[in-house]
């Protein structure tokens, strides 16, 4: 049995359609992306070693990737945290994000294919007088004339200088990019909770310093009291007595005012009305871990805002390629099949049929300049990206060496700041015994009250400082983040 061949015109349709598409997969107008240079570093300068002497107490062998805040070991923190990534309005704005970015990408994608289209349609029309029933006159008075017509056509434009791929290529890395800014989202709000966190315990620990320094206060005006009903010393001593701890009570009332911003702000950060957190107070843990350290070329690896620069400059480097393409022609491919019949039951059959094969070719022979001029567009956010990208890895670099810096001054500071405060405890006690016997006067004992509470601030503050510090390093680390963690598409 003999196969019959095709019509011509199916055959020459398939052989173009062939051509077409081993000519569009093969030709990408525009720069290939290379990834561009970072600044080199070799070494973090401020980076735990024998060179500079810091070894820190607390050093972390890693970091738990995704829950990075266990390292200080507090159940109410890690509890806050993993509600960060759920409730968090910020992130959920970025993740919302990232999801139009990778819709754009598939939008876009859908050129690569002809687009299908359907028609039908049926018309009856009548013209002429007929009689009364309707009845068509074929001797010339009326006529009935009824049309059904079925089809589908298609059209495709080629993607013969790649205009398509590399608009694709430029919305996979915006989408990756998005990814990547989800992840920063994330990381920075998993930060600043810490951060509150850490203030709201040292307000907790500061509000026991000043109850403590309030009862003692109490104490010392009883016995200034004491003395002034013996007749050993003035009405003076009491009335600063009482000054001394009126004024320790209003700051140990302020401090309710912070506590309450801070709380309200840990709120904002897990997603829910301020009205709806209370956290009980608790002892500040003292633990401060350090993070462990790399060199500094891993971090184009573990920061998100790192990966997400490098990804805007693959999408600008994709860009130039989509306006070089405008120097092309534009062609499109068009056709359709289908019938059309008087009668309905004839409309399927085969002498109905119709079909049409087409194509247009389009291209701009003079534009003064508009298409040089956005290529030359294209490369200037190309080089501005590339820009944006190393100092985003400058900034990256400054931000771990300044933490790196903070936690080991901090650290040294802090030993000197626990023995300050253990000799003006010293101080305070000898100077309230030497009051009561009668050798020295009140405002010794002022002195030395003031100087304790002055130096016990001082160490919470310093311990604040090397939390902070702590939390701020990992987040400049990437917080176990790494470029891994991006969608391949």
């Known amino acids: 049995m003999t196969t019959p061949r095709r019509p011509l015109h199916a055959r020459f349709a398939s052989v173009s359609l062939a051509a077409l598409v081993l000519v569009s997969a093969g030709c990408s107008v525009g720069p290939n992306y290379v990834r561009p240079s970072a600044p080199p ?5 401020e980076a735990p070693s024998a060179a500079n002497g810091w070894v820190p107490a607390q ?19 890690d509890g806050l945290e993993k509600r960060v990534s759920v409730n968090n309005q910020n992130v959920i704005a970025a993740e919302a994000a990232y999801r139009q970015a990778r819709a754009l990408t598939t939008v876009d994608r859908a050129a690569f294919f002809p687009t299908v289209t359907a028609t039908g349609s049926a018309q009856r029309s009548h013209s002429g007088g007929g009689d009364s029933k309707g009845t068509s006159v074929v001797a010339g008075g009326s006529n009935d004339v009824s049309s059904y017509n ?11 200088w790649g205009r398509i791929r590399r ?14 800014d989800l992840a920063n ?11 509150s966190y850490v203030d709201l315990r040292v307000l907790d620990e500061e509000k026991s310093l000043f109850d403590d320094t309030v009862a003692a206060y109490q104490k010392s005006l009883q016995i200034t009291q004491n003395q002034y009903n013996a007749g050993i010393v003035a009405k003076a001593d009491v009335i600063t007595a009482q000054t001394q701890l009126l004024s320790v009570q209003a700051q140990d009332a302020d401090i309710g005012v912070q506590r309450a911003q801070d709380e309200h702000a840990i709120a904002l950060l897990i997603g829910v009305a301020p009205s709806e957190l209370t956290i009980a107070e608790a002892p500040l843990i003292r633990t401060v871990p350090v993070a462990p350290i790399d060199v500094p070329s891993t971090l184009l690896q573990r920061r998100p805002d790192i990966a997400a620069a490098e990804r805007s400059v693959k999408q600008q480097n994709a860009l130039i390629g989509v306006q070089v393409a405008a120097y092309y022609p534009d062609i499109t491919l068009s ?3 289908g019938f059309n019949a008087a009668n309905l039951g004839d ?40 820009a944006q990208y190393r100092q985003t890895v400058l900034t990256a670099f400054q931000g771990v060496e300044d933490q790196l810096a903070a936690l080991r001054i901090y650290e040294g500071e802090a030993k000197i700041r626990d023995q300050t405060l253990a000799s003006a405890r010293q101080a305070e006690a000898l100077a309230l015994n030497q009051y009561r016997a009668g050798t020295v006067d009140y405002t010794t004992v002022i002195t030395a009250q003031a100087t304790a509470l002055s130096a016990a601030q001082s160490v919470l503050t310093v311990l604040r400082a090397r939390q902070v510090a702590s939390v701020t390093l990992v987040e400049d680390l990437g917080g176990g983040w790494t470029t891994a963690d991006l969608p391949k598409h």
Request: aromatic fraction near 10%.
């Open 41 to 45: 570093s070799p070494a973090f300068k």
């Open 59 to 77: 050093p972390m062998d890693a970091i738990q990737k995704g829950v990075w805040w266990s390292m200080f070991g507090d159940p109410v923190l």
């Open 150 to 160: 079925a089809a589908l056509g298609a059209s495709w434009a080629p993607d013969l």
């Open 167 to 180: 608009t694709v290529e430029a919305d996979t890395a915006a989408s990756q990019g998005s990814a990547a």
């Open 185 to 195: 989202a994330t990381l920075l709000a998993q930060a600043q909770l810490a951060s």
């Open 335 to 337: 056709g359709s099949y």
């Open 347 to 386: 409309l399927f059959k085969s002498a109905s049929n119709i079909w049409s094969f087409g194509g247009d070719i389009r291209e701009t022979l003079l534009d003064f300049g508009a298409r040089r001029g956005r290529v030359s567009q294209a490369r200037a956010a190309y080089d501005q990206s590339v």
